[in-house]
Every structure is written in structure tokens, then in C-alpha cells.
């Protein structure tokens, strides 16, 4: 069974600062790993996708994907009130996927942005 | 512009009753999914389709069915609502069959309660 983890929160920063979100998931095989963002009563929305190890930047948001230490995590610089939501890390792909396409999602981190 | 588009943004039903929750994507997605997302056990798959005629359970299917009529509408069938079953139901379409192109896209929700 796949499983994505994440720390539920809530994460408290002050505006300005950097927010720093975590991900670790089990399926080695992994290729694929996503960012959502949710606000409270919304339908989850797209931010960032990686498949690489490394880095990749999009303008405030940075995500990192470490294969070998199965973790994946985004960086918010300049955190904004509006960006107070929870994020969803999502993995797809791998050995278990069997060929299901389907995404595997953690149950959220909580942002809080404090003006 | 990506859109996926859910017929009802708030329900409310019987115990016992059928009950129909309809999605259509207009971006001429192979894949649609079905999720539900609850407090603390965030989303979870209940059924997805590759292709119209197609339907694989997922990983919660117990009490829903789904009909894939045309491509672009999926829909997910309550066969007989259980108050167990209110929730947040969400959408999702993407066109990947690798790793590229698997980032999904989220109709906007509909929150069921049965009653």
C-alpha cells in the first residue's frame, strides 16, 4: 500500500518569512510528485509538479525531490496571508501503481500566514 | 483553460436514497477519478476510468459505482446513501499514461450529506 506522509500542523509563520512543507512517501518506484493547495471549503488546486531529483522554482515556490531519501518538499519565500491554506503533497507512479495513474495523496499540511 | 465542472456544489439526501454525482471535463481527458476527502483521512480513491466503457475500483469502492458513458462525463452512483457516506466529493481528470502529464486537475467539490 502506498503511503504519502505528511505533518499535519498547523505550520505558523510570520509574512515575509519562508514556509517550509515536508513530504516523505514509501513507494521507492515513485516518478511522479505533486503540490496542491487547498483552501478551507475549495476543491484542491495545482501548484508546482517535479520528477526530477533536485530542485524546481516557480516563482515564490520552490520544490525539492530527494528519490534516494523519498522526500519531496516546497518552499514558500515571502509567505503571504493569502497564501494560508493546506497543501497536499501527491506521489503517482512507481512499482505499486500497476498501472493505475491514479495520485496518492498525504492528508495535508496546514499553513498559517500571520500578518 | 482547464475545467472541470461537478453539477452540484452542496447536496442533501435520505438514507436510502440513490444518488447521482456528475462530473464533465472539457479537455478531453483520458483519465477521470473519483475521490472523497474527509477530516484527518484526506482524499481517497473511490473509483477512475481510462477510457469510456472503463471503470476500475479503487481503493474505498464499497457502497458507489461509477458509468463512463462518454469521455469527457464520469459519473459516481450512490446505490443506496448511508449517513457513513457524507463528505466532500471531488472530481479529477488528467491525460497521462506517463509520468508526464499526470498532474490532475480538481472539479469543485460537492459537499453530500445524507441525512
Known amino acids: 500500500q502506498k503511503e504519502v506522509e505528511q505533518n499535519s500542523g498547523p505550520l505558523s509563520v510570520p509574512e515575509g518569512a519562508i514556509a517550509s512543507l515536508n513530504c516523505t512517501y514509501s513507494?521507492?518506484?515513485?516518478?511522479?510528485f505533486f503540490w496542491y493547495r487547498q483552501y478551507s471549503g475549495k476543491s484542491p488546486e495545482l501548484i508546482m509538479f517535479?520528477?526530477?531529483?533536485g530542485d524546481k522554482e516557480d516563482g515564490r515556490f520552490t520544490a525539492q525531490l530527494n528519490k534516494a531519501s523519498q522526500y519531496v518538499s516546497l518552499l514558500i519565500r515571502d509567505s503571504q496571508p493569502s497564501d494560508s491554506a493546506t497543501y497536499l503533497c501527491?506521489?503517482?507512479?512507481?512499482?505499486?501503481?500497476?498501472?493505475?495513474?491514479?495520485?496518492?495523496f498525504g492528508s495535508g499540511t496546514r499553513l498559517q500566514v500571520q500578518p | 483553460d482547464v475545467k472541470v465542472t461537478q453539477s452540484s456544489r452542496y447536496l442533501v439526501k435520505r438514507t436510502g436514497e440513490k444518488v447521482f454525482l456528475e462530473c464533465v471535463q472539457d479537455?478531453?481527458?483520458?483519465?477521470m477519478f473519483w475521490y472523497r476527502q474527509d477530516p484527518g483521512l484526506g482524499l481517497r480513491l473511490i473509483y477512475f476510468?481510462?477510457?469510456?466503457?472503463?471503470?476500475e475500483k479503487g481503493d474505498i469502492p464499497e457502497g458507489y459505482s461509477v458509468s463512463r458513458e462518454k469521455k469527457e462525463r464520469f459519473s459516481l452512483i450512490l446505490e443506496s446513501a448511508s449517513t457513513n457516506q457524507t463528505s466532500m466529493y471531488l472530481c479529477?481528470?488528467?491525460?497521462?499514461?506517463?509520468?508526464?502529464?499526470?498532474?490532475?486537475?480538481f472539479g469543485q467539490g460537492t459537499r453530500l450529506t445524507v441525512v
Open positions: 501527491a506521489v503517482g507512479g512507481g512499482a505499486l501503481d500497476t498501472g493505475r495513474r491514479a495520485l496518492t
Open positions: 513507494d521507492r518506484g515513485s516518478q511522479s
Open positions: 517535479i520528477y526530477s531529483n
Open positions: 479537455m478531453d481527458h483520458e483519465n
Open positions: 476510468s481510462y477510457d469510456v466503457k472503463m471503470k
Open positions: 479529477a481528470s488528467h491525460t497521462g499514461d506517463r509520468v508526464e502529464g499526470t498532474e490532475a486537475f
